[in-house]
């Protein structure tokens, strides 16, 4: 059994960490970005699971792929994966994942927001392409999107490059990628963030905790969840 599991997990690379940041809300309140570790998947399972029949804005297929790579991630079958998580005063309000094909491909996943009408997504997206671009030092991340806000966020905003010519790994609508080039100039109007981050504000993130499912739900519907009869 040890040599079979030995063979199923891919090889790791060693990435370089993401440094946290913290980005100010239009509520006043301040979203640490921090990297997540494999002993928080399950916590981070636990939080996306109530999203698995939302189906407003297609939370339900993002939340389902999400929860499977990040699944696979704490299983050992993905190659080289990461993810980033969006703390207020550590309750989890969002998250983004990835990994890298190469050392110059990067591969974008998913972005899903737990708390809406902040642009928690739109920040942790921006702050995944500086991850890519930035930490990494890639020179192109494959993107795909499957909801229309994604579309509108991702594509457009960042004036992405469509390549029909190169599939993704998720299948659906063609690879859109982002260069460094593209990266920078968008920069100035849609990454953000301050660094370092204050030792009590990174503090209040070292610990994730999450919202109780009504909540969650509500955040994410802007209604109530229904009670099972």
């Known amino acids: 059994m040890a040599d079979l599991e030995g063979i199923l997990r891919p090889p790791e690379r060693q990435l370089p960490p993401y440094p946290p940041k913290s980005i100010y809300l239009a509520t006043g309140e301040q979203m640490v970005v921090r990297p997540a570790v494999r002993e928080e998947t399950s916590m981070l399972l636990e939080a996306i ?35 980033l998580v969006g703390l207020i005063d550590g309750q989890l309000v969002g998250l983004v994942n990835g990994r890298t094909l190469s050392s110059k491909v990067g591969i974008s996943y998913h972005t899903l927001a737990l708390r809406r009408g902040l642009r928690v997504g739109a920040h942790l997206f921006a702050s995944k392409m500086e991850y890519h671009i930035e930490i990494l030092k890639q020179k192109y991340v494959y993107i795909t999107a ?61 610990t994730i905790t999450i919202p109780e499912e009504a909540q969650l739900v509500q955040q994410v519907t802007g209604r109530a969840k229904k009670r099972s009869s």
């Open 146 to 206: 499957e909801s229309p806000i994604g579309f509108r966020r991702w594509m457009l905003e960042y004036d992405l490059i469509q390549r029909p010519d190169i599939p993704h790994e998720l299948g659906g609508v063609d690879v859109w990628t982002l260069t460094p080039e593209l990266y920078h100039a968008a920069k100035d109007r849609l990454v953000v963030g301050e660094r370092p981050v204050p030792a009590p504000l990174l503090k209040t993130a070292e």
């Open 49 to 83: 699971a109530p999203l698995l029949y939302v189906e407003r804005d297609f939370y339900d297929i993002v939340a389902a792929r999400t929860f499977a790579e990040l699944l696979g991630w704490k299983r050992y079958r993905v190659k080289d994966e990461y993810c």
